[in-house]
């Protein structure tokens, strides 16, 4: 069965600065991985997803993340952080089986002015 | 791209009563559904899997009377809280699976719920 995981539950970073959210998957089949964020009160929105192709993935908000096969790993990133990005953010992973998608236990990330 | 509206948005309800939460998919169908729920700054528990037209699947610990799940039609999953108590107060998401694997799960905006 897939899984994933997200090593830090707490991110912060200042903004203008560089941002990582880290994630790491296992999964039997080939992955598809996705990025999802959570402000508050509010549902999980689709930030981006790796299908298959290039393995930098750009996403929504100039987000992007990379595939990375060898290390297993899906990491978030942006070049630079703005306050209105300080969110929870969850990394997730589904097979090509059509298995149930896992999700990581959450990250959150604090951007400060 | 796919929509899925779940309403209210907020309840307060008090000490006893039942409530209704609605999860919608607007432009597709959906045959399977979750419900999860989410206390603050923690991450989704997922509560129940949600089939059309059969009964829903319950994760561990999770009270199968207390809170009734109906799944009717390929566009409506329907999450019921029984005799509510304040313990029950959190944030309610659902979420639809398109059959594509290659598309994430879309959720719903969430309930908030407070029993008083």
């Known amino acids: 069965a897939q899984s994933v995981a997200q090593p830090e539950d707490q991110v912060n970073v200042a903004e203008g600065n560089p941002l990582t959210v880290k994630c790491t998957y296992s999964?039997?089949?080939?992955?598809?991985l996705f990025w999802y964020v959570q402000y508050p009160n509010r549902g999980l929105q689709f930030l981006l997803k790796?299908?298959?192709?290039?393995?930098l993935v750009k996403g929504s908000y100039g987000f992007e993340a990379e595939f990375n096969k060898s290390q297993t790993s899906f990491h978030l990133k942006k070049p630079s952080a703005l306050v209105s990005d300080s969110a929870l953010y969850f990394c997730?992973?589904?097979?090509?089986?059509?298995?149930?998608?896992?999700f990581g236990a959450g990250t959150r990330l604090t951007v400060k002015p | 791209g796919a929509v899925v509206s779940q309403h209210p948005s907020w309840v307060i309800c008090k000490s006893g009563t039942s409530v209704k939460i609605e999860c919608r998919s607007l432009?597709?169908?959906?045959?399977?559904m979750f419900w999860y729920r989410q206390f603050p700054k923690q991450s989704l528990m997922l509560m129940a899997t949600?089939?059309?037209?059969?009964?829903?699947?319950?994760e561990q610990g999770v009270e199968k009377d207390k809170f009734l799940i109906n799944h009717a039609s390929l566009t409506l999953s329907t999450l019921t809280v029984t005799s509510a108590h304040p313990e029950d107060s959190s944030f309610y998401i659902c979420?639809?699976?398109?059959?594509?694997?290659?598309?994430?799960?879309?959720f719903g905006s969430g309930t908030r719920l407070t029993v008083v």
């Open positions: 999964v039997s089949g080939n992955p598809y």
């Open positions: 997730a992973v589904r097979d090509n089986n059509n298995n149930d998608m896992r």
């Open positions: 979420s639809a699976r398109p059959s594509h694997p290659g598309d994430g799960y879309t």
């Open positions: 432009d597709f169908q959906a045959t399977t």
């Open positions: 790796y299908i298959t192709g290039d393995n």
């Open positions: 949600s089939n059309e037209g059969s009964k829903a699947t319950y």
